[in-house]
């Protein structure tokens, strides 16, 4: 039991729960990413949320808020303390008159949608999913289909965030206006959104079209009424077969006439696909040819013209089926430069790089999934303009979306030289990537570039949480922080390493900050003669960094992960398998000898790594000299005296 946690708990309000779980394991929901939380916390209010900040702020550690984990980057990774909201999810005040909304901030959308049935409201706009929470939607600048509506976080009237200090802070167009333009999109790193006042509309219908089309048709219509002809409009785009299928809805008040279905909608067609797709990872040149197939089975089209129709609910008409777990790099450019962007795509899928001029060799690389496009326009928005708002300020914006799928959980053998040429391109046409996607050649420079409110925005966000308490790696790798690029925040959590994952995807691990705090809070035990750490070289590297003790107090039991090597450790055998083979345990301890040499080798590295950061003066070995710089560091010497007292 960690006594810097349990000191901490015993000095607080007893009767607000602490709601908190050591044994979840997060990961997004393609599963690209995995992580494993030291704590997991899922408060129910608003004091609940305040007493984890503030212990926080006490035991030094950095919170992630997340929702349906949807984003397939690691910008919700973390080895320390994860606060779900799923149970902060009510609906506190419905004005009819206005159409405005109060809701708690980790109400899911589905949820939000079904909820404003009953009072014949619905949102403007979705997104092509509704299984995010409210403030994860805006966080990171969620948008639909439509000239006429821009991205979610339009129709946000005013905010609640809790900041780093514990205080609960009013936001709108007309309260810290500052504020409100930063945590419009927030990416997470000002503080914990509680509470969403959101403009709504009456509740409406969607009758929608659905046809194919030559690309060379698209492309003519671009500049006549292919975006403005219909409220809501969205194209899916087969490079290969130089067609696309264009969705087009407006409201109506039709009766519901439910879409024609073929066996494509059923598991047969999902789980035929999914198998296709597995197989195209190892024979990638089959992938033109599944592509005629995914047109005829999934869409039921053969040639240009073939059409599809339907009328269904506003949100239900929206909403589409990612399928599969995937890759999705999706980037925001000028709606002038869309046939310009489709012109070399297609010309480089198809092997002319006189016209492509795309400086990345297209060998053996084949892709799959449809290139999907979306557009918004916030142009016209009367409303504060979020300062990390990624669409064009003066006329709408078009949305190419590069998705890549994984089936099960096997990573496309193309899907890296793919995303460079894809991102080469979009920077050249002047092109943001949308903040919640796989972009990975995007420079802090190159951000500071693309967004000239980036310096405006740093500076709230460092008004707001100057130790860096909702900072992480994600921020530090993407964003140019307010303060030497070299220098580690306080509580900020930076990634050590990834490493391949059973499941498909990486593993996520920030052993470096663990283990700085490990040896400290083991040092001031020492300090405080309550126990004696043994050295270094007898730990466990993941004992000592990825699992920490956390006390069980009153009604909340909280167990302990084991180490996750314990059980093949000599001496420590399992009396309920002695009936296993001596060739059994003879494998299993040869395991945990492999395992245990990979981790001193990794630990050796940490240490290093530590003398670095906290002082290259200390010497090895000299653990009391590499402890008391950590603790001027971690500035803990107050708790230290507090707790000899």
Known sequence: MDPYLQWELSQMDNHVPFRASTHHQHHTWAKTYHSFPELYIQPRSTEEIRKIVHLAQRCRRRLVVVGCGHSPSDLTCTSSWMINLDHYNKILDIDQDCKTVVMQAGIRLHDLIAQLKDSGLAMPNLGSIDNQSIAGALATATHGSSTRHGILSQSVKSLKIMLANGHEVSCSADENRDLFRAALVSLGALGVVTQVTFQMISAFRLQWSQSLHSLEEIVADWEKDLWNRAEFTRIWWLPYKKKAVRWRADKTNQDIRVPPSNWWTGALGFHTYHILLYISTWVPRILPTLERFVLRVQYGF????????????????????????????????PL????????????WFHGDDEVARIPYDLRNLYVHAPIEIRVTDTSANPGPRPYLDNTVPDGPTLYLNATLYRPYGRDPPCWKRYYEAFEWLMKELGGRPHWAKNFSSV????????????????????????????VGDWHRRHLVLETDREVILPFEERASRTEPAKAGGLNWFDLLVFLALGNLSSTMSRHNRRRTRASPRKQSVFSQSMICEFPSLGAATVQLKPNQWSSCRPGRANPERNELSARHWHDRYMAWQSQE?????ERKRLLAEQRRIFGGATEEGDEDGLCSN???YFTTLDFIMQAEG
């Open 302 to 333: 053969q040639h240009d013209g073939d059409c599809a129709t339907g009328v269904q609910e506003g949100h239900a008409g929206l909403l589409m089926n990612c399928l599969y777990s995937q890759f999705v790099n999706e980037w925001a450019i």
């Open 336 to 347: 002038v430069k869309g046939p310009e962007a489709l012109a070399r795509l297609s010309a």
């Open 443 to 470: 420079t802090k420079d190159e951000f500071h570039d693309m967004y000239p409110n980036m310096k405006d925005w740093l500076r709230v966000r460092h008004q707001s949480d100057p130790d860096g308490m909702f």
């Open 597 to 601: 040499r990979s981790q001193r080798a």
């Open 630 to 632: 950590m603790m001027e």
